[in-house]
């Protein structure tokens, strides 16, 4: 019988991937992974009711303990607390402080779930690993999943080729949500009815800007209009604003309804502009760099997505030194520094890149960094 090691997250998704192993005949072995400790890192600083507070890892810890008990299975538990912070959360922050828009959940897969996860999966003598991601493998490829509405390919663009070798993705064929939730209440798991985990994996559904004052010190400064260079407001700080964003900014009494163009680190401005169709949010190239193929071949003509959920673009790859590429498209909105640009061919998810550089009419656009 063949093991497998099933990250269990405390999540319906990753407690329904242990079921269908397990009926499938693999003997099943959970991991949970503790990637974050509030206490340590100081998110609460400040809160009255920190005495009492129970950390949402340690709930999902909880969980995760209650499903492999009802499942018959072991648990073990593993502290990535240093790898995370070395890996993801330092990354995290020196985007930030660029004034980029970085996706850490893409970090993680990198260097935790299919890095150090795997390491230890390997001292549990494991065949393979499993996690709870929509996405499938086949012939040793990445592909989205069935249910394309909860794919996650795009967050497992850097995972390297090596990196996806013996790796299993239970929920690949899954019909749709519904379906997971229905097998969880069909073996009665406290994750059944669960809510959805949001926002950034260590941060969760916790105030962002609250958050990054432990780490990062507000810097306010002007927000201006790039047409008329009018000043409309004051932004609280550039780290919390993104290329696109329309929420947020408090600025009333305007023609229509505004939105982040552009962003100037020396200067400390938030460019905006009138309009969500406004010339100054599109862009018809970019540059890549931290390129990752889970492939063989190098595509120069494929579909690429720049931001998770965003519909898929025809676009041309032209590499250049220094494992740079240079993607053209045509007329793109809010493509932003530091998100990741994934490229496909069909259901295959190729692999993909951080951008770099903005640009439009083969110039570098100067509202964005």
């Known amino acids: 019988m063949k093991r497998v090691v099933v990250g269990i997250s405390g999540g319906v998704d990753s407690s ?17 992974m503790r990637n974050w400790d509030s206490t340590i890192n100081n998110d609460f600083l400040g809160n009255p009711n920190l005495n009492n507070y129970i950390c949402p890892q340690e709930e999902d810890y909880n969980d995760a303990k209650a499903v492999c008990e009802k499942l018959n299975i072991p648990l073990y538990r593993v502290d990535f607390i240093k790898e ?32 150090s996860f795997v390491k230890e999966a390997k001292k549990l003598n ?40 013996n790796v299993l993705f239970p929920l690949g064929d899954i019909k749709d949500k519904s379906e997971v939730r229905a097998i969880a209440s069909k073996y009665g798991l406290v994750t059944a009815k669960k809510k959805d985990s ?38 609280t700080g550039l780290m919390y604003y993104t290329i696109g964003q329309r929420k947020g900014l408090d600025i009333g009494g305007t023609s229509d309804k505004l939105f982040v163009v552009g962003k100037d680190l020396k200067k400390n401005i ?24 889970n492939c063989d071949e190098r595509p120069t ?61 083969n110039k570098k656009l100067w509202y964005l960094l």
């Open 301 to 361: 003509n494929c579909t690429a997505k720049f931001r998770y959920r965003a519909p898929d673009v025809n676009v041309t790859l032209t590499y250049l030194d220094n494992n740079e590429i240079l993607v053209t498209y045509k007329d793109v909105k809010a493509v932003t520094p530091g998100q990741a640009c994934v490229f496909y061919d069909g259901e295959y998810c190729l692999g993909g890149g951080i951008v770099k550089e903005v640009r439009k009419d």
């Open 270 to 293: 938030l460019y905006v502009a009138l309009g969500e169709d406004n010339e100054y949010l599109y862009s018809d190239s970019a540059i890549l760099e931290d390129i990752n193929f």
């Open 198 to 235: 949001t926002g950034i994996c260590f941060i969760g559904e916790r105030n962002f800007r609250q958050f990054l004052t432990n780490y990062l010190s507000n810097q306010p400064g002007d927000i201006v209009n790039i047409e008329t260079n009018e000043v409309l407001g004051q932004h």
């Open 16 to 32: 329904v991937a242990a079921i269908l192993l397990k009926e499938q005949g693999y003997e099943v072995i959970g991991l949970f």
């Open 126 to 165: 494991a065949d393979y690993i499993a996690t709870g991601h929509y996405a499938k493998i086949e012939n040793g490829r990445l592909m989205r999943s069935h249910e394309k509405n909860k794919d996650q390919t795009y967050f497992l663009s850097q995972v390297s080729k090596k990196q996806l070798q």
């Open 84 to 115: 995370y912070w070395d890996e993801v959360f330092t990354y995290f922050l020196d985007e930030l402080k660029k004034g980029r828009t970085p996706n850490p959940d893409i970090m993680c897969n990198k260097y935790i779930k299919f890095d």
